[in-house]
């Protein structure tokens, strides 16, 4: 009997750097990226009031978990359902579509009726049944 190895914790990220993944690389980098954008754009003092919200925002994309999920996926949950309609509205088939069911329905009616076995059959089944041995 072969002996296989079964990989496991595979909905687990590969750890890139120490204790981080790629993705949590990527959003720290993302971070630092943003306020060197914001100290060339608009100096020290918003550098300053700025550095806070972004770290915050960053690092909750990057280490966040609710639910054992990415963060991202919270947000594009909450995206999608703000943009996407929540009311389906009934609307007629057109009349090719209608006469198609009625087609398919008239078919699927003509079920095969039950057959009368009369007294008469039954006699020949039988004699054909002793006549076999």
Do not use: C
């Not at 909905?11 to 990527?26: R, S, V």
């Not at 754009?41 to 806070?52: D, K």
């Not at 909450?78 to 579509?97: A, D, G, H, S």
Request: without cysteine; positive net charge.
């Amino acid at each position: 009997m072969a002996l296989f190895n079964i990989p496991q914790f595979i909905g687990k990220e590969d750890k890139i750097a120490g204790p981080f993944t790629a993705k949590q690389l990527g959003w720290i980098f993302s971070a630092g990226g943003t306020l060197f954008v914001l100290y060339v754009v608009f100096g020290r003092t918003t550098l300053f009031i700025l550095t806070l919200p972004v770290l915050i925002i960053f690092g909750g994309l990057a280490f966040y978990r609710p639910h054992g999920q990415p963060l991202t996926t919270l947000l594009t949950s909450i995206v999608r359902f703000f943009f996407n309609p929540k009311l389906y509205i009934w609307r007629r088939l057109p009349e090719e579509m209608r006469q198609i069911k009625k087609a398919v329905s008239k078919k699927t009616e003509s079920a095969p009726q039950k057959k009368m076995i009369t007294e008469n059959k039954i006699e020949e089944i039988s004699k054909l049944l002793d006549n076999s041995k």
